[in-house]
T-cell receptor
Framework: QKEVEQNSGPLSVPEGAIASLNCTYS??????FFWYRQYSGKSPELIMF????GDKEDGRFTAQLNKASQYVSLLIRDSQPSDSATYLC????????FGQGTELSVKP | NAGVTQTPKFQVLKTGQSMTLQCAQD?????MYWYRQDPGMGLRLIYY???????DKGEVPNGYNVSRLNKREFSLRLESAAPSQTSVYFC????FGTGWVQPQHFGDGTRLSIL
């Protein structure tokens, strides 16, 4: 079992819809959780982090954390074509581990 | 404010050649990291430096060496390049190495091909 798992996708959603990206992790001692966005050929950029159970909202983005289920998700409301990218989940326990990323495609 | 700067951006090497990838940050961060990114594999940590004067192995250190030259600079060396080291290499930095919340800032990457 991978330490951090994401569906590689591609996940395709129509413009204006909600995109839901999911991530599971194996280390129950993990403390901090990050979502990075990576456009094709570019470097990852941090868009959200969360460390408490529940939801954290920032504009169109909502991160959700459920430590009991070892599950973290990212919701993107009112998806735009400019949101088309690969989204990397990263989990910090003793070290920071990245998932393989989910490719999101938002169709106009 | 450049953030994290990597050089070179592209490089082609022959098997057995050596080279050093350079990384510098201007954010006064304590910690620096080297990752490689391969298709379908996500980012894998090669080496990191929690603070000036210290370096530690990450997930995939074999075939690489690093030097934390000063607080700003962290270099990655391939002593004898192999085709399996063809990848995109990212340098990153963060304010604290062992902080509870540890957002990392990435450079633009070095695309390395080894023939």
């Amino acid at each position: 079992q991978k330490e951090v798992e994401q569906n590689s996708g591609p996940l395709s959603v129509p413009e204006g819809a909600i995109a839901s990206l999911n991530c599971t992790y194996s280390d129950r001692g993990s403390q901090s959780f990050f979502w990075y966005r990576q456009y094709s050929g570019k470097s990852p950029e941090l868009i959200m982090f969360i460390y408490s159970n529940g939801d954290k909202e920032d504009g169109r983005f909502t991160a959700q954390l459920n430590k009991a289920s070892q599950y973290v998700s990212l919701l993107i409301r009112d998806s735009q074509p400019s949101d088309s990218a690969t989204y990397l989940c990263a989990v910090k326990g003793g070290k920071l581990i990245f998932g393989q990323g989910t490719e999101l495609s938002v169709k106009p | 404010n450049a953030g994290v700067t990597q050089t070179p951006k592209f490089q082609v090497l022959k098997t057995g050649q050596s080279m050093t990838l350079q990384c510098a940050q201007d954010m006064n961060h304590n910690s620096m990291y080297w990752y490689r990114q391969d298709p379908g594999m996500g980012l894998r940590l090669i080496y990191y430096s929690a603070s000036e004067g210290t370096t530690d192995k990450g997930e995939v250190p074999n075939g690489y060496n690093v030097s934390r030259l000063n607080k700003r600079e962290f270099s990655l060396r391939l002593e004898s390049a192999a085709p399996s080291q063809t990848s995109v290499y990212f340098c990153a930095s963060s304010e604290f190495g062992t902080g509870w919340v540890q957002p990392q800032h990435f450079g633009d990457g070095t695309r390395l091909s080894i023939l």
